[in-house]
Protein backbone atom coordinates (compact mmCIF):
# COMPACT_ATOMS: atom_id res chain seq x y z
CA UNK A 1 0.00 0.00 0.00
CA UNK A 2 1.28 3.49 -1.04
CA UNK A 3 0.92 5.52 2.14
CA UNK A 4 1.00 9.53 2.24
CA UNK A 5 2.07 11.54 4.69
CA UNK A 6 0.58 14.91 5.82
CA UNK A 7 1.31 16.91 8.78
CA UNK A 8 -1.04 19.42 10.48
CA UNK A 9 -1.76 20.83 13.84
CA UNK A 10 -4.05 19.21 15.60
CA UNK A 11 -6.05 19.61 19.40
CA UNK A 12 -6.43 16.57 22.23
CA UNK A 13 -8.47 14.71 22.16
CA UNK A 14 -9.92 13.67 25.88
CA UNK A 15 -9.67 9.80 26.53
CA UNK A 16 -11.13 7.01 29.04
CA UNK A 17 -8.53 4.85 28.69
CA UNK A 18 -6.26 2.48 31.11
CA UNK A 19 -2.46 2.26 31.40
CA UNK A 20 -0.63 -0.76 30.40
CA UNK A 21 3.04 -1.15 30.44
CA UNK A 22 3.89 -3.02 26.94
CA UNK A 23 6.39 -3.85 24.45
CA UNK A 24 5.63 -3.34 21.01
CA UNK A 25 4.83 -7.29 20.24
CA UNK A 26 2.51 -7.58 23.49
CA UNK A 27 0.13 -4.96 21.69
CA UNK A 28 -1.63 -7.78 20.33
CA UNK A 29 -2.68 -9.56 23.67
CA UNK A 30 -2.82 -6.46 25.98
CA UNK A 31 -5.54 -4.38 24.13
CA UNK A 32 -8.61 -6.48 24.28
CA UNK A 33 -8.69 -6.76 28.51
CA UNK A 34 -7.88 -3.11 28.64
CA UNK A 35 -10.72 -1.60 26.50
CA UNK A 36 -13.21 -3.76 27.83
CA UNK A 37 -12.62 -2.40 31.48
CA UNK A 38 -12.95 0.98 29.69
CA UNK A 39 -16.51 -0.56 27.52
CA UNK A 40 -17.25 -0.95 30.93
CA UNK A 41 -16.58 2.05 32.40
CA UNK A 42 -18.49 3.67 29.62
CA UNK A 43 -21.35 1.75 29.76
CA UNK A 44 -22.16 2.84 33.21
CA UNK A 45 -21.82 6.36 32.44
CA UNK A 46 -23.72 7.69 29.82
CA UNK A 47 -23.08 10.47 27.39
CA UNK A 48 -19.35 10.60 28.19
CA UNK A 49 -18.95 9.19 24.68
CA UNK A 50 -21.42 9.86 21.69
CA UNK A 51 -19.25 8.71 18.79
CA UNK A 52 -15.80 8.58 19.65
CA UNK A 53 -13.63 5.50 18.50
CA UNK A 54 -10.93 3.43 20.41
CA UNK A 55 -8.04 4.93 20.48
CA UNK A 56 -4.35 3.64 21.50
CA UNK A 57 -1.38 6.32 23.01
CA UNK A 58 1.90 5.41 22.97
CA UNK A 59 4.08 6.48 25.03
CA UNK A 60 7.91 5.71 23.29
CA UNK A 61 11.13 5.17 25.29
CA UNK A 62 14.39 6.68 24.86
CA UNK A 63 15.81 2.68 24.53
CA UNK A 64 13.22 1.46 21.13
CA UNK A 65 13.98 -2.02 23.16
CA UNK A 66 11.94 -1.19 26.38
CA UNK A 67 8.41 -1.72 27.46
CA UNK A 68 6.35 1.40 26.91
CA UNK A 69 3.45 2.85 28.64
CA UNK A 70 -0.05 2.63 26.69
CA UNK A 71 -3.13 4.21 26.75
CA UNK A 72 -5.91 1.74 25.71
CA UNK A 73 -9.00 4.01 25.37
CA UNK A 74 -11.63 5.78 23.56
CA UNK A 75 -12.69 9.09 22.72
CA UNK A 76 -14.61 10.75 25.45
CA UNK A 77 -16.25 14.78 25.02
CA UNK A 78 -15.03 15.68 28.41
CA UNK A 79 -12.80 15.17 31.23
CA UNK A 80 -14.13 12.55 34.23
CA UNK A 81 -12.73 11.54 37.63
CA UNK A 82 -11.22 8.06 37.09
CA UNK A 83 -12.78 4.88 38.50
CA UNK A 84 -11.21 1.93 39.22
CA UNK A 85 -8.28 1.14 36.57
CA UNK A 86 -10.22 3.69 34.16
CA UNK A 87 -8.85 7.13 33.90
CA UNK A 88 -8.54 10.75 31.84
CA UNK A 89 -6.25 11.15 29.46
CA UNK A 90 -5.64 13.24 26.67
CA UNK A 91 -3.49 12.73 23.75
CA UNK A 92 -0.85 15.62 22.81
CA UNK A 93 -1.63 18.63 20.68
CA UNK A 94 0.73 20.05 18.15
CA UNK A 95 1.93 19.44 14.92
CA UNK A 96 1.76 16.01 13.68
CA UNK A 97 2.38 13.38 11.02
CA UNK A 98 -0.43 11.86 9.93
CA UNK A 99 -1.59 8.47 7.37
CA UNK A 100 -4.38 6.14 6.83
CA UNK A 101 -4.01 2.96 6.98
CA UNK A 102 -7.06 1.04 5.08
CA UNK A 103 -7.22 -2.98 5.42
CA UNK A 104 -6.59 -5.82 7.66
CA UNK A 105 -5.74 -4.46 11.04
CA UNK A 106 -2.24 -7.20 10.79
CA UNK A 107 -0.88 -4.58 8.41
CA UNK A 108 -0.59 -1.77 10.63
CA UNK A 109 3.34 -1.90 11.39
CA UNK A 110 3.06 -0.64 7.11
CA UNK A 111 1.72 2.20 8.08
CA UNK A 112 3.94 2.68 11.22
CA UNK A 113 7.08 2.36 8.75
CA UNK A 114 5.79 4.71 6.11
CA UNK A 115 6.15 7.36 8.56
CA UNK A 116 9.67 6.16 9.98
CA UNK A 117 10.83 5.90 6.20
CA UNK A 118 9.00 9.84 5.58
CA UNK A 119 11.09 11.05 9.14
CA UNK A 120 14.29 9.41 7.63
CA UNK A 121 13.64 11.57 4.20
CA UNK A 122 12.51 14.68 5.77
CA UNK A 123 15.14 14.72 8.72
CA UNK A 124 11.80 15.50 10.82
CA UNK A 125 12.03 14.25 14.32
CA UNK A 126 9.25 12.67 16.62
CA UNK A 127 8.40 14.29 20.10
CA UNK A 128 7.65 11.02 21.90
CA UNK A 129 4.13 10.05 21.62
CA UNK A 130 2.05 8.24 18.35
CA UNK A 131 -1.48 7.26 18.39
CA UNK A 132 -3.40 4.89 16.43
CA UNK A 133 -7.40 6.11 16.03
CA UNK A 134 -9.70 3.02 14.65
CA UNK A 135 -12.15 3.70 12.38
CA UNK A 136 -16.29 2.24 12.69
CA UNK A 137 -15.73 -1.66 12.86
CA UNK A 138 -16.85 -3.61 9.94
CA UNK A 139 -16.23 -7.42 9.17
CA UNK A 140 -14.96 -6.21 5.74
CA UNK A 141 -11.47 -6.64 6.67
CA UNK A 142 -10.43 -4.44 3.48
CA UNK A 143 -12.78 -1.38 4.62
CA UNK A 144 -11.13 -0.86 8.20
CA UNK A 145 -9.71 2.47 8.43
CA UNK A 146 -6.89 3.56 11.01
CA UNK A 147 -5.71 7.05 11.59
CA UNK A 148 -1.36 6.65 12.59
CA UNK A 149 -0.46 9.70 14.02
CA UNK A 150 2.85 10.55 15.34
CA UNK A 151 4.04 14.21 17.44
CA UNK A 152 6.72 15.58 15.63
CA UNK A 153 9.32 17.94 17.61
Known sequence: MNYQIVTKTVSSQPLAA????VRVGEVATAWKPALDL??????????LRVD???CFLYHHP????????VEFGVQVVRSFEGEGEVNFTETPAGEVAVTTHIGSYAGIGDAHNAIHRWRSETGRDF???S???????????????????????
Open 127 to 129: AGY
Open 18 to 21: VRRR
Open 52 to 54: GHN
Open 62 to 69: ANRGEAMN
Open 38 to 47: VWEFLGRHPG
Open 131 to 153: WEIYGDWTADETKLETQIVYLLR
